[in-house]
């Protein structure tokens, strides 16, 4: 219990700005709090402990349906292990690698209509996921480009908004809806 509350006070101040800052509402002060020690914390000492046994890279997918809080999580994550475990962490989002508007408008011509609208299985490029995995483990690690995805044009913005990856990351969040499903079998 020493360790959760030091690392409450070590973290409770930048926990704050970061609701405030996404404008997280409807729950009080104290039930922020039991949040923090009683969810955000424990998580974030399991995780601390799986990078340990591991000793390398730890990727953790973090999944789930649209506005179900996945960003604010890997936002607090990432402020726990860092602030307090003073780990390197990157987080990113599935939504980064859809495939650029052009890219969904040639399949949806060619395929499906619905690869038009972002979001439809086959509208990632899973190429562009499978390079961030390669980049990130490389042994002579390079700082590195991701896209950055804009929901506002429904297409990536220009690559000088992109994100830059400058330190090989401990520990890499992945969140979005479906990451680590395994696809259907045929029968």
Same mark, same amino acid.
């Given at each position: 219990?020493?360790?959760?509350? %030091?690392?409450?006070? =070590?973290? +409770? @101040?930048? $926990?704050?700005?970061f ?5 997280i509402?409807? &729950?009080? /002060?104290? %039930?922020?709090?039991? =949040?923090? +020690? @009683?969810? $955000? ?10 990078? &340990?046994? /591991? ?52 399949i ?22 499978k ?8 042994k ?6 991701i ?9 990536r913005?220009?690559?000088?908004y ?7 990351p401990e ?10 499903a ?5 029968s």
């Amino acid at each position: 219990m020493r360790l959760v509350n %030091e690392c409450f006070d =070590s973290v +409770k @101040k930048d $926990y704050f700005k970061f609701l405030n800052k996404e404008k997280i509402s409807g &729950k009080s /002060k104290a %039930e922020k709090i039991k =949040s923090l +020690k @009683k969810v $955000y914390i424990p998580i974030s000492f399991w995780i601390e402990n799986k990078y &340990k046994k /591991k000793d390398k890279i730890l990727f953790l997918g973090l999944c789930g349906g649209q506005g179900s809080g996945k960003t604010t999580i890997a936002g607090i994550l990432k402020i726990i292990l860092k602030k307090f475990f003073k780990r390197e962490i990157y987080v990113s989002s599935i939504d980064d690698f859809y495939k650029t508007l052009k890219d969904r408008d040639k399949i949806s011509s060619s395929i499906h209509p619905l690869f038009k609208t972002r979001g439809v299985p086959g509208t990632h490029d899973t190429n562009l996921i499978k390079k961030f995995f390669i980049y990130i483990r490389k042994k002579n690690f390079r700082k590195f480009k991701i896209p950055k995805f804009d929901k506002s044009t429904n297409d990536r913005f220009k690559k000088k908004y992109w994100h830059i990856i400058n330190k090989r990351p401990e520990i890499v969040i992945l969140e979005g809806w479906c990451v680590g499903a395994k696809p259907q079998s045929n029968s």
